[in-house]
Nanobody, 124 residues
């Protein structure tokens, strides 16, 4: 199965934009639906967005869709998550996760593989 690795997190200021990357290796990347979740301190892991079928299908959290953009570079086996107009409440560890057969789910327990996450901290 594939392995996933996130990058692009860091300390940013409120109002900034940031792009996170999720690189896949070791398997057939395009047979997975790649998801982004986030987990803030003391809170449950939350679905953000997902992409499948070489970018032909995308899904966003209803409450977050205006702030996030998910995209894929098939040649690089990499999925990107653009975050716009960052706010302190966006501070969290952002994880990418894969589910087989290009199936999208908003439930973390249905993911097959996870990355270790990348930390985003937003200051005022």
């Amino acid at each position: 199965q594939i392995q996933l690795g996130e990058s692009g997190g860091g300390l940013v200021q409120a109002g900034d934009s940031l792009t996170l990357s999720c690189a896949g290796s070791g398997g057939t990347f395009n047979t997975y639906a790649i998801h982004w979740f986030r987990q803030a301190p003391g809170k449950e892991r939350e679905f953000v967005a997902a992409i499948a079928r070489d970018g032909g299908i995308t899904q966003y959290s209803n409450s977050l869709r205006d702030q996030f953009t998910i995209s894929i570079d098939n040649a690089k086996n990499t999925v990107y998550l653009q975050i716009h107009s960052l706010k302190p409440e966006d501070t969290a560890r952002y994880y990418c996760a894969g589910r087989m057969n290009s199936e999208i789910s908003t439930m973390p327990q249905r993911m097959r593989v996870w990355g270790k996450g990348t930390l985003v901290t937003v200051s005022l």
